[in-house]
């Protein structure tokens, strides 16, 4: 069984102490979960991240983050969803659970008409080469935590500040500028119910 927790707008700082805490304090018999969310304007550096690729970051807090890649974005009408997961459980390598969150993702956009791909080179997920969805991991103690973002209906502006997942000329897109119009909650339900039907066992 997965606990699904939908959080609403959060501090990205608090959330992230709770996943660590969520993540120290598993047992063998503790539950998935998976916690959906929206966060307060905010970049954030994973374990790789080089602080040249932040431009211009004015006012927006920068926090560097124990997740895997480089610097991205996150602001309100972006879909959150952090994976909770312990993957020697369900028998997921670290590469299996980017697949399952890129195709979740992918298989989300198709619904609504969204022709989206994922890249061997850099993990995530593509539209027309521009980016739509991330993904960042950590794992600890055989479990994961961090997740995936998806672009739905935001101020797309500050990624113009940073060199988005380490890469000066890659470009961002959402789903509102794609012209499909949907609430962050539907848009998480439809992902939320891709991810848990590949984690079936």
Same mark, same amino acid.
């Given at each position: 069984?997965? &606990? ?5 707008? =959060? ?5 992230? =102490?709770?996943? =660590?805490? !969520? ?16 966060? !307060?304007?905010?970049?954030?550096? $994973?374990?790789? $991240? ?17 997740? +895997? /890649?480089?610097?991205?974005?996150? /602001?309100? $009408? ?19 659970? &980017? ?13 609504? /008409? ?9 993990? $995530? ?8 969805? *991330?993904? +960042? ?9 961090? +997740?995936? *973002?998806? #672009? ?6 500050? !990624?113009?500040?940073? #060199?988005?997942? /380490? ?12 012209? &499909?119009?949907?609430?962050?909650? =539907? ?15």
């Amino acid at each position: 069984m997965v &606990v699904i927790r939908n959080l609403g707008l =959060q501090d990205y700082k608090i959330t992230w =102490q709770d996943m =660590q805490r !969520f993540t120290q304090g598993r047992k063998t018999e503790t539950a998935d979960e998976l916690w959906i969310m929206e966060h !307060f304007p905010v970049y954030t550096l $994973g374990l790789n $991240g080089k602080r040249e690729h932040l431009l211009n970051t004015g006012s927006i807090p920068v926090i560097n983050s124990d997740r +895997g /890649g480089q610097v991205t974005y996150h /602001g309100p $009408g972006q879909l959150v969803i952090y994976t909770l997961l312990d993957i020697k459980r369900l028998n997921l390598g670290i590469r299996q659970l &980017v697949t399952v969150l890129e195709q979740a993702m992918i298989y989300t956009l198709a619904q609504y /008409g969204i022709l989206a791909e994922s890249r061997a080179d850099a993990p $995530g997920v593509y539209v027309n080469d521009k980016k739509i969805g *991330s993904i +960042g991991l950590r794992i600890k103690k055989n479990c994961s935590y961090h +997740g995936l *973002s998806l #672009n739905n209906d935001m101020d797309l502006r500050p !990624f113009d500040h940073i #060199n988005t997942c /380490g890469y000066s000329d890659l470009k961002v897109t959402q789903m509102a500028d794609l012209g &499909v119009t949907i609430s962050t909650d =539907q848009l998480a339900n439809s992902v939320i119910q891709a991810i848990t039907t590949a984690l079936k066992p």
